[in-house]
C-alpha cells in the first residue's frame, strides 16, 4: 500500500508543477512548442514508413525507353508485320508480309515469297523448293524498300520539313537525291513511310507516270517466334539446288 500511495503523491505533484508552468506564459508557449514538434516528427515517421517509394531503377528504365527516338527504334526493330501498296499505271498491287529474323515472309499476287541476304524466292510447295526470282515488285518490296535500305536513305537525306500533332503524332519530309519520302511516327514508332519513286526508276530507264509507295508497319517488336511451313524446302538459283533454309 505505501508503494501504491507514493505513487499517486508523485502523480499529485507532477501535475501540481504542470499547473505552475502553465501559469507562466513564456514556459506555457514554450511547452506547446515542443508538443507541436513531437507530434510533426511522430507524422513524418509514420508517412515515411507507410508512403510507398518508386523504385530508381524503374523510372530511369521507362524514361530512357519513352525518350528514345522513333528512327533509333525503327534501327533496332527486329520484327513487324507490314503492308506495302504500289500506285503506278492507274494500277494499284499489294504485297502483305511478315519481317522476323532478317527475313521477309509475303504474299504478293496470291504468291508466297521470302526474301533474305538480299536474294527474293517464290515458295513452290507443289515440288518444295524455293525458286528464285527477279520479278519487278517482289524484288523492290523486300530488297530495294527493306528496312535496311530505308534507314540509309534517310541517314543520308535532308530533313525538308516537320509537323507535331497534339496526339504525339510526327510527320517529317525527306529528300534523299531524287526521291522524297514521308514519314509517320506514332508513339516514337515509324508507322508509315510513303515514298515517291517515279524519278529514282526513270534513272534506272523504268518510265511511268507516277510511281507511289506506302509502306505501313505494325506489331513492332511484338514478335515472340514465326514459323514458315517451308522450313525445309530447298533453294533453287537457276539450274542449281544450293541448300535448305535452315541453312541460310
Do not use: C
Not at 501498296?85 to 502483305?96: I, P, T
Not at 526474301?115 to 513452290?124: A, L, N, P, Q, R
Not at 516514337?188 to 508497319?217: C, G, M, P, W
Amino acid at each position: 500500500m505505501k508503494k501504491k500511495s507514493g505513487r499517486i503523491e508523485k502523480i499529485k505533484e507532477a501535475y501540481r508543477k504542470y499547473k505552475e508552468l502553465k501559469k507562466d506564459p513564456r514556459k506555457k508557449a514554450l511547452m506547446q512548442l515542443g508538443a507541436w514538434l513531437v507530434g510533426f516528427l511522430l507524422f513524418y515517421i509514420i508517412a515515411v514508413l507507410i508512403m510507398p517509394h518508386p523504385n530508381p531503377y524503374r523510372s530511369f528504365s521507362s524514361s530512357s525507353n519513352s525518350n528514345q527516338d522513333a528512327l533509333s527504334n525503327y534501327r533496332m526493330a527486329d520484327n513487324f508485320e507490314y503492308t506495302m501498296s504500289f500506285q503506278y499505271s492507274l494500277k494499284e498491287d499489294r504485297v502483305e508480309g511478315t519481317y522476323f529474323d532478317k527475313k521477309y515472309y509475303f504474299t504478293y499476287l496470291g504468291k508466297e515469297y521470302t526474301s533474305f541476304d538480299g536474294k527474293v524466292y517464290e515458295v513452290d510447295t507443289l515440288n518444295q523448293t524455293l525458286k528464285n526470282t527477279t520479278d519487278f515488285i517482289p524484288l523492290l518490296a523486300s530488297v530495294e524498300l527493306s528496312k535496311d535500305s530505308l534507314l540509309g536513305w534517310i541517314d543520308l537525306s535532308e530533313k525538308l520539313e516537320e509537323k507535331t500533332y497534339k496526339d504525339s503524332k510526327k510527320v517529317s519530309q525527306y529528300q534523299f537525291q531524287m526521291i522524297p519520302l514521308k514519314v509517320t511516327e506514332e508513339n516514337h514508332q515509324i508507322t508509315k513511310i510513303e515514298i515517291d519513286l517515279k524519278a529514282y526508276l526513270a534513272s534506272r530507264n523504268l518510265l511511268y507516270d507516277s510511281f507511289l509507295v506506302t509502306i505501313e508497319y505494325q506489331e513492332i517488336n511484338l514478335l515472340e517466334d514465326y514459323q514458315s511451313h517451308y522450313e525445309d524446302y530447298q533453294i533453287v538459283e537457276g539450274e542449281q539446288n544450293v541448300t535448305n533454309q535452315n541453312g541460310f
